[in-house]
């Protein structure tokens, strides 16, 4: 492909299908891609600070295969604007989360104890600074 | 984009084996049915975690595996104007929006990978050639004002289609959605400026918009997808909450959108047939050409086989970056590991 040649005209008319070419081949089945057991990079979630005295809020995850190399990635990944002043990478594997499926009664302890919000308390309205 | 399958520590231990284990799946079944279709009445969100119906996980991991190869084969006809591109400024712009569409592709795998497939499993299938992408991506790029017409019609079909999907019933889908949707408006934005840029140029600059729009018009319109009497998916996934609106009803939307646009740009619809009805409130088109949607889809368009060919051979070439930062990733964790040892 020519330096100078516009790469994106293809072989056939302009905008014409070409009914007639070969259905497009399915990759190679030998590549060494394909068949080596290729090394998986783990999963990492990211948590970027938009500006300072916030939080580091969940942006999204990413694969890397280091903390180094996560940080770059999340960086041009999550911040292409300006979004953050400062990202942390975690290992997802190292996050544990509450079970879903317990979700009711893992929950259960708050419900019923409206007295714990400021509008429980109503006989104060009115009264100022309080 | 999403909390990923997280380890989740169990609230209590399991509890006696009461009952056989059949009638136990056939119960757990049955409450995660329940829990399904009650968040479907609430209009409310699914999460990664939660149970799901089988076909509807399937269906998400088609749509949003197919969107992510979308994104990634969609860099190729734009990255191949940016040492093309007719100034510096352009140049800069041009390949801020092919880094973007890199960006989405990625949200989107990582949306996929919270439904259980790989992310190696998807690119394996994209430059296999046994994943579908959308058929936009296999026109030719032919001139500069493509880049011009791309941006304006092709980004902006996909800006209509995206909109409603940030509402999405699936949690990390919707939140990859709002990024990319948030991403995608300077996208439709630098094409129109190009086009009108163009359009006020020499008479040969705006015969060149001309064309491209007279081009990208029509695969623009086919972006929404089949008409709705033969779209045999679209009801499920509109009762599922993951699609809200139906394809013709979005291509009517965008059609009345660029009428208006178009005008600002001085340039015309290659279409004689739209027109406003006045009856279903509705804009309506020319008749498209599905029989070439259905070819380009089947791998038959212009430069399906340029497009993966391209795709495999980055990818290929890339191996060796892939392997080794994996070694050195290796080494170093070796290294802490023996330091660690010693200390």
């Known amino acids: ?130 | 984009m999403a909390s990923q399958n997280l380890q989740s520590v169990p609230d209590q231990p399991a509890g006696p084996g009461a009952g056989d284990a059949q009638d136990q799946t056939a119960q757990l079944e049955a409450e995660g049915q329940a829990y399904f279709d009650r968040v479907m009445a609430e209009d409310s969100r699914i999460e990664p975690k939660d149970w799901m119906p089988a076909a509807y996980r399937k269906t998400l991991l088609r749509q949003i595996s197919q969107h992510a190869h979308s994104e990634i084969i969609g860099m190729q006809p734009e990255a191949n104007w940016i040492s093309r591109a007719p100034s510096l400024k352009r140049k800069a712009i041009l390949m801020a929006k092919v880094q973007d569409e890199a960006g989405h592709g990625l949200y989107l795998y990582s949306a996929a990978e919270t439904l259980g497939q790989s992310r190696d499993k998807m690119m394996d299938d994209l430059i296999a050639g046994k994943a579908r992408y959308s058929s936009i991506f296999n026109y030719p790029a032919l001139t500069w004002a493509d880049m011009g017409a791309i941006g304006w019609l092709v980004d902006g079909a996909a800006i209509c289609n995206q909109v409603p999907l940030c509402r999405a019933s699936y949690g990390p889908y919707g939140r990859a959605m709002v990024r990319i949707c948030k991403e995608e408006s300077f996208h439709q934005r630098q094409g129109f400026e190009i086009l009108l840029e163009l359009s006020n140029g020499t008479p040969a600059q705006k015969q060149m918009a001309q064309d491209a729009v007279n081009r990208w018009y029509a695969p623009a319109l086919m972006m929404f997808g089949p008409p709705d009497d033969d779209s045999p998916n679209s009801k499920q996934s509109m009762a599922w909450n993951i699609k809200r609106f139906s394809n013709d009803e979005l291509r009517s939307r965008f059609v009345g959108m660029m009428v208006e646009q178009v005008r600002v740009l001085g340039l015309t619809l290659p279409d004689s047939e739209v027109r406003f009805n006045e009856e279903t409130k509705k804009w309506e088109h020319g008749p498209l050409d599905w029989e070439e949607f259905k070819e380009v889809l089947a791998g038959r368009g212009p430069c399906n086989a340029q497009r993966l060919e391209r795709r495999r051979e980055a990818h290929d070439d890339g191996a060796w970056v892939r392997e080794a930062a994996a070694a050195y990733a290796a080494k170093q964790a070796r290294k802490h590991a023996e330091k660690e040892f010693a200390a």
């Open chain 1, 1 to 130: 492909m020519s330096p100078h040649g516009n790469p994106e005209v293809p072989a056939s008319s302009a905008g014409a299908v070409e009914s007639t070419a070969a259905k497009v081949p399915a990759g190679p089945e030998t590549s060494s891609e394909s068949s080596a057991p290729r090394s998986v990079w783990p999963l990492w979630e990211v948590f970027v600070r938009s500006s300072r005295g916030l939080s580091h809020v969940h942006a999204g995850s990413l694969h890397a295969p280091d903390a180094a190399m996560a940080l770059r990635n999340a960086r041009d990944l999550y911040t292409r604007r300006n979004e953050g002043v400062s990202i942390w990478v975690v290992p997802a594997d190292a996050i544990a989360a509450s079970d879903p499926d317990a979700k009711g009664s893992f929950f259960e302890s708050p419900q019923g104890k409206d007295y714990r919000h400021a509008t429980y308390y109503t006989k104060s309205e009115g009264v100022k600074h309080l």
